[in-house]
């Protein structure tokens, strides 16, 4: 285990030709080269070229370093955040440490942020989370993230090491499995959006609550068999969490177990019965909340946007979705005939799904498969159940969708974890709660 603070490499932008920021003060670029102001970087066949906003040329280099010698800030122009999701759009963003500009082998700009970890995670639980929440939320987020970079950086050197590619797929006769597990970046070592960890710089950082939150738990991970957690978290679980071997590899972990996210025990998930009554009636849990001024206090704004998280409705007319499942799967299901769930999880969310088509049919999983799919960007979860309406024919004309949850579900309950908080519970109960088994240490 680690005995020092690590300092990481972020990737911000990616896939762009040009990038435009400002540099908040001076920064160091070569051997007594120093930059501050406006600037673009465009890629040229073998170089990149930095202009300042006349086009005059500052600097041409394959990779080019801005060293920040007078800590101060930078930001970048034009940022995609939540790539691929329902809330995705770009805005600017201002980032603490140094900035790496890299050319890719494609012609492409790599936008990097080289910051320590402890100043990436007041970033980190401030843009997951308002940083107006409850201090004692901020602070069990904080271990969490913490937990989770770090046993991600050990877990990547080894899966480097084995040669094992974070997209696994399992494909046989009527059957497509996969998960995502981490990102494959090869000149960072985390993304700055929700495929990782959402990371805005310091332009979501609005009180001293994360800043506070990080320093009174600096350096405190969260421990099980002498191990960092891969500590995972989501939005928010539907009431009852899910097991990691649902979401990712078939591999259970013994603190990301289903639990129930309520003062009073749910049973879990055993049947499509007991799912469908779950899924379709409100039982009591701690993300069970649509008290707007809560919501407005725990979430950042454009989260807010989305209020039907815990229980959640989407009506498909069959032709709208089998355009969306060609489009998504690369499959043509030809007349979609029938959905049938074959495998769900403790917490309702489905693991493999039988899709039923006049020219095919398909068993898909596991769990984000599912939702990338039915939706044009990504269903909420997979703990849903389908009513069809049928023409007299028997040919369905409509699927409703009737689900649970915001996310995959698995370990900390994020709004979960904030309505615990302000019902006064404190951060060790918080993460204790989400992470059975699991101790805290202090490492740096």
């Not at 990436?120 to 401030?126: E, F, G, M, R």
């Not at 350096?219 to 939005?235: P, Q, T």
């Not at 815990?310 to 979705?321: A, H, K, M, Q, V």
Request: hydrophobic letters at 40%; a negative charge; proline letters at 3%.
């Amino acid at each position: 285990m680690i005995n020092s603070e690590p300092v990481i490499k972020v990737g911000v932008i990616e896939g762009r030709r040009e990038v435009r920021g400002q540099l908040n003060g001076k920064f160091l670029l070569a051997r007594n080269l120093f930059y501050a102001g406006e600037f673009h970087v465009q890629a040229g066949e073998r170089a990149l070229v930095l202009k300042n906003p006349s086009g005059e040329e500052i600097l041409r280099a394959g990779e080019i370093h801005c060293q920040n010698v007078s800590h101060a800030t930078f930001a970048l122009q034009e940022v995609a955040i939540g790539i691929a999701f329902h809330w995705e759009r770009k805005e600017e963003q201002t980032f603490q440490g140094d900035l790496r500009l890299v050319l890719r082998g494609d012609g492409t700009i790599a936008a990097i942020n080289e910051i320590a970890v402890e100043d990436y995670l007041a970033s980190v639980i401030s843009s997951e989370m308002s940083a107006t929440a409850p201090l004692e939320l901020l602070k069990a987020h904080a271990i969490t993230s913490r937990s989770w970079l770090v046993a991600m950086l050990e877990r990547e050197k080894k899966e480097k090491q084995r040669g094992r590619p974070s997209q696994r797929t399992l494909q046989k006769e009527g059957e497509l499995i996969r998960w995502y597990d981490r990102e494959d970046h090869d000149l960072f070592e985390v993304c700055a959006d929700d495929h990782c960890q959402r990371y805005q710089g310091v332009t979501k950082i609005i009180s001293t609550a994360a800043a506070e939150a990080v320093r009174a738990t600096r350096g405190v991970f969260l421990i099980y068999e002498n191990e960092i957690c891969d500590a995972r978290f989501s939005k928010a679980c539907g009431g009852l969490s899910e097991n990691f071997e649902n979401a990712w590899e078939d591999a259970p972990v013994p603190y990301l177990q289903s639990i129930s996210d309520a003062e009073s025990r749910h049973a879990p998930i055993q049947s499509e019965a007991q799912a469908e009554h779950w899924i379709l009636t409100q039982p009591e849990a701690f993300c069970n909340t649509t008290d707007g001024d809560v919501l407005r206090q725990i979430l950042p704004a454009f989260d807010q946007e989305t209020t039907d998280f815990y229980r959640w409705t989407i009506t498909y007319g069959r032709e709208e979705l089998e355009e969306i499942l060609r489009k998504k799967s690369g499959f043509d299901f030809g007349t979609l005939l029938d959905f049938a769930p074959l495998q769900r999880g403790p917490s309702g969310r489905i693991i493999k799904l039988k899709i039923v088509g006049s020219k095919q049919t398909l068993v898909v999983g596991k769990e984000l498969e599912i939702r990338r799919w039915l939706s044009p960007s990504h269903l909420f979860s997979s703990a849903f159940v389908i009513k069809t309406t049928r023409a007299a024919n028997g040919i369905p004309t409509q699927f409703i969708l009737h689900g649970a949850g915001w996310g995959h579900g698995v370990g900390l309950c994020q709004i979960g974890a904030a309505v615990m908080a302000l019902k006064g519970y404190r951060a060790e109960e918080i993460v204790g709660h989400y992470f059975r088994g699991a101790q805290l240490q202090q490492l740096y």
